[in-house]
């Protein structure tokens, strides 16, 4: 690159960054009100949902006339149409109203107060298997033993027979019953036509009005477990149950418990359901309120709920990420599809929750309707699809293994369960997921999601170094970092006893290194306004580590080091005490936790006969307290979730952490088309995570920049090209602001070579954005036109395009072609363009 046009290159984007960064970086509190967000009646569907799924109650204030599905040999009920997911026809007669179903099926309605009649038209339904009059089906209506109606034979494509029958006094339920005949069950779809009560003031009550238009279905608790040699379905009825509710600002949250009369066993469900949000939160707790132990409680599934996957011969999609491999298939997506008959199972590797062969995301789509999930829980999880022959399907999730029984006064939790139903727009409905994971999970500074770093953290490049890390290395480092325009310096894994990796356990400074700890370097940080990240890995302990030496009672595998024991609450208690003196001592302002150890194998050798799980829960409770405990003592404090890269991205850690090293991929040089598809296929579910970029390139730091930025840069190298570094690094703080509003992905993410890529982050809030595109060193294409979204037609956008080569050019532009025809031209392979946009002021 010229000195000239490196000289452009550093005024155009220092005074782009000033022109947007004066304003546009503000981070948001709450999100933008806007049609992203879900409207009224899709919230009250989820809230619906979740006190039929847990109380077994209809809300007091529904309009729907509740109905029980007691049997249905084939498909799922629909409301509205017909069992085959059309329009409900019977001979040549369309309907509006009424109920889908397949023979055999058992329908109980409950009787509205006021009702006088009950009506309807029933008959086969009229569709592509029935034309030929296949088909041929029963209908009755009974109240207690006594049958109200009976219908002749009905076939496929005859007129339907009117119901007319008026409902005794004293009557709470109609059984409403279609049965097959004697030629079988075939094409036995069926359908109670404009079905409704006709009230005593003259009104209709459709029984299809008001029904849960959910994916979800919610006619019994969405979770599962055996106690003893019985499942929870059968013995939780007979259970005493107590409900208490409370309102926060942003949720209902209600605490059922059930309790075994004659064991104490008390069964408690924490329900969180989100007013902004259609998205129910749950976790359950056991406890042994008796004298002696419990039975043993084994199979817990935290979610086990049926998905209304009516029709046989259309396949639902389970969508999800690969795990963290640290290599070309972190996080890639992928979807498969689930017929009826099959199952998807899913388990991560070795006890860490995002690690290699799963994903604790997902994303389930069936026929325009779906629902998002996140399962947290920071240990060996699994989830299960099975659809059955007929058509439903069966998800269930929670850890791998569980037996055990409780001593008296013991209390475990299961896995934290998400979900957030959903119909139509799939790229609205994550955006309607990453606002939530924004702003009710992520960790807060002053009221704010936290702002992501942009650091310097050379640690893989120069900790070979005789001379880097030590303290004057390390206030040279933290100098150039301000240089740099970081806000941040991060000290990585060089600075105790033994080095990486043979001294985890060691947790002082190198005495001969930093002889005054590492206090001069946290100081340095604070003195330029900068925070300081340090590094740790407490949870795994190396042979001959002062921890193994000194404590070995505290780590699974003793004296020859191994797992340190957070299951065990002195020894957690010992470790917290340890590293939050180490945080004050040394100025630490994000405590970067890393886990580079397998613990599945240490959790299963130590659990006693009959308690198979205990080890991991009381382990992953140990995590989460420790961080809990860290993060109260120590205020504006937060966490850096490292495991081998992103092995334990889970919502329980994104409650409490940020992955700021989301995969070990950071580790090296030239994985820029790999950072671009993490990006991509990790935005929609996380909102918040970075990578690192080793060369102050354009493409390089372009493809790392996240809501910040990871630098490995080669700073101490006479020849480094510190005022280019800087300008690329105060770039991408001018486009972290929209990395905290929507994520449009414009191409799919993938990692081949030949492809254009482009996304789009979007605040709604501001009405601007900034679109990234990469045209990689294989790409024969040398551009793309498209559509970009969130864009008001009808308003006028100041947009600038900016090159990798210091070239800008600003134009205005209507909304109209904004949003329907942006041009991304890139002449060059292994080349990028930014295009940055916001509505022109009146």
Request: proline share 6%; glycine share 8%; hydrophobic share 40%.
């Amino acid at each position: 690159m010229s000195t000239h046009v490196l000289s452009a290159m550093i005024t155009v984007l220092v005074l782009c960054a000033a022109a947007f960064a004066a304003t546009d970086s503000y981070i948001p509190t709450a999100p933008p009100e806007d049609a992203v967000m879900a409207a009224p009646e899709e919230i009250q569907a989820v809230m619906d949902w979740a006190q039929r799924a847990f109380l077994g109650e209809s809300p007091e204030d529904t309009k729907a006339v509740r109905i029980d599905v007691l049997r249905q040999d084939h498909n799922v009920l629909n409301f509205g149409r017909s069992c085959m997911e059309t329009p409900i026809t019977i001979g040549e007669q369309v309907f509006a109203h009424g109920l889908g179903t397949h023979a055999n099926s058992e329908l109980l309605v409950q009787v509205p107060e006021g009702a006088a009649h009950f009506k309807a038209l029933v008959g086969v339904d009229l569709n592509d298997d029935t034309r030929n009059g296949s088909g041929s089906v029963r209908f009755f209506v009974q109240a207690g033993d006594k049958t109200l109606y009976e219908s002749p034979v009905k076939k496929g494509g005859e007129a339907a027979s009117e119901v007319d029958v008026e409902i005794p006094a004293g009557t709470a339920t109609l059984l409403l019953r279609a049965d097959m005949t004697d030629d079988g069950v075939s094409c036995d779809q069926c359908d109670w036509a404009n079905g409704h009560f006709v009230m005593a003031d003259g009104n209709l009550r459709y029984l299809d009005e008001y029904q849960n238009p959910l994916l979800l279905e919610g006619s019994q608790q969405p979770f599962s477990f055996r106690y003893g040699d019985q499942e929870s379905t059968v013995v939780l009825p007979d259970w005493k149950r107590e409900v208490n509710s409370e309102e926060t600002d942003s949720a209902r949250v209600m605490h059922i418990t059930w309790t075994d009369p004659a064991t104490s066993l008390a069964v408690t469900a924490e329900v969180k359901v989100f007013k902004r949000y259609p998205v129910v939160d749950w976790v359950l707790y056991f406890e042994n309120r008796g004298n002696a132990p419990t039975p043993v409680i084994s199979e817990i599934q935290a979610l086990d709920a049926q998905l209304r996957t009516g029709h046989p011969r259309k396949s639902a999609m389970l969508h999800e990420l690969e795990g963290d491999a640290c290599g070309v298939t972190s996080f890639l997506p992928k979807q498969e599809a689930l017929a009826v008959g099959n199952e998807l199972r899913r388990a991560p590797t070795g006890g860490r929750p995002s690690s290699i062969s799963a994903f604790p995301w997902f994303h389930f789509e069936y026929e325009g309707q779906g629902f998002i999930g996140a399962i947290g829980w920071t240990g060996q999880w699994a989830s299960r699809f099975s659809r059955a022959q007929n058509g439903p399907t069966r998800v269930q999730a929670g850890m791998e293994k569980t037996a055990m029984y409780l001593e008296p006064g013991e209390k475990i939790r299961s896995p934290r369960i998400v979900v957030m139903p959903y119909s139509g727009d799939r790229t609205r409905a994550h955006n309607q997921w990453r606002r939530l994971v924004l702003f009710e999970y992520a960790p807060r500074i002053d009221g704010r999601p936290v702002q992501l770093p942009t650091a310097l953290q050379t640690f893989d490049r120069y900790h070979r170094g005789p001379d880097w890390a030590t303290e004057a290395g390390q206030l040279d480092a933290v100098e150039n970092a301000a240089k740099l325009g970081c806000d941040t310096y991060w000290f990585d894994a060089a600075w105790f006893p033994g080095g990486f990796p043979n001294g985890v356990g060691n947790w002082s400074a190198k005495p001969e290194a930093f002889p005054n700890g590492l206090k001069p370097i946290g100081n340095a940080c604070a003195e330029r306004g900068m925070r300081f990240v340090l590094w740790f890995e407490p949870e795994r302990v190396a042979e001959a580590s002062e921890i193994a030496r000194e404590h070995p009672e505290f780590v699974h595998g003793g004296e020859k080091g191994g797992l340190f024991k957070l299951d065990d609450p002195n020894a957690r208690r010992w470790l917290t005490e340890l590293l939050s003196t180490r945080i004050a001592e040394y100025g630490v302002t994000v405590y970067r936790n890393d886990f580079n150890i397998d613990p599945l194998e240490f959790w299963r050798r130590n659990d006693p006969p009959n308690r198979e799980g205990i080890t991991e829960i009381r382990y992953v409770e140990g995590l989460y307290e420790m961080w809990d405990e860290l993060r109260a003592r120590h205020p504006g404090l937060w966490i850096d979730n490292c495991s081998s890269g992103g092995r334990r991205i889970d919502i329980e850690m994104c409650g409490r952490s940020v992955p700021l090293w989301r995969s070990d991929t950071n580790c090296w040089d030239s994985n820029a088309d790999w950072n671009q598809a993490q990006t991509a296929a990790l935005s929609p579910y996380v909102p918040l995570h970075t990578a690192c970029a080793w060369r102050p390139e354009s493409y390089l730091t372009r493809s790392a920049a996240t809501g910040g930025l990871l630098c490995q840069f080669d700073y101490r190298n006479v020849a480094f090209p510190m005022d280019t570094a800087s300008a690329l690094i105060e770039e991408a703080q001018a486009n972290r602001f929209a990395w905290y509003g929507d994520f449009y992905p414009l191409t799919p993410a993938r990692t081949a070579p030949d492809e254009f890529v482009a996304y789009q982050f979007h605040r709604a809030d501001l009405d601007a954005g900034v679109v990234l595109a990469f045209r990689r060193a294989e790409c024969r294409y040398k551009g793309l036109i498209l559509g970009i979204h969130g864009i008001n037609q009808n308003a006028t956008y100041e947009v600038e395009y900016l090159d990798g080569n210091g070239g800008v050019v600003k134009k205005t532009l209507p909304g109209a072609e904004l949003g329907d025809s942006l041009e991304l031209r890139i002449d060059a392979p292994g080349s990028t363009r930014i295009v940055r946009y916001k509505k022109s002021k009146p």
